[in-house]
């Protein structure tokens, strides 16, 4: 069984930093891809940026420029840093993981950790 399980979330003033962290643990024969979504109260789950097992990395729009994703293979743990950020930032930030375990594929999730932002 593989489980994510995230940290760095809190409370920060517009133009603040934050950076979260996911760290996956169990049995994982390979990680795919590493992203982060988020989900706004009221709207949809959306994806922040995701990086690839080769490094590749997207964003969306809104956070380009600002946020940056990176992943440490050793400690199969993925990071999110984020800059200049602004009260629309505010959501439930999911860490999920595509991941080879021993069962096969599995698209794994975190349990969300809570990024506020103040004006």
């Known amino acids: 069984q593989v489980q994510l399980v995230e940290s760095g979330g809190g409370l920060v003033q517009a133009g603040g930093s934050l950076r979260l962290s996911c760290a996956a643990s169990?049995?994982?024969?390979?990680?795919?891809?590493m992203a982060w979504y988020r989900q706004a109260p009221g709207k949809q789950r959306e994806l922040v940026a995701r990086i690839t097992s080769g490094g590749m990395t997207n964003y969306a729009d809104s956070v380009k420029g600002r946020f940056a994703i990176s992943r440490d293979n050793a400690k199969n743990t993925v990071y999110l840093q984020m800059n200049s950020l602004k009260p629309e930032d505010t959501a439930v930030y999911y860490c999920n993981e595509e991941v080879v375990a021993a069962s096969g594929y599995l698209s794994v999730w975190g349990q969300g950790t809570l990024v506020t932002v103040t004006s």
């Open positions: 169990g049995i994982i024969r390979s990680i795919l891809a």
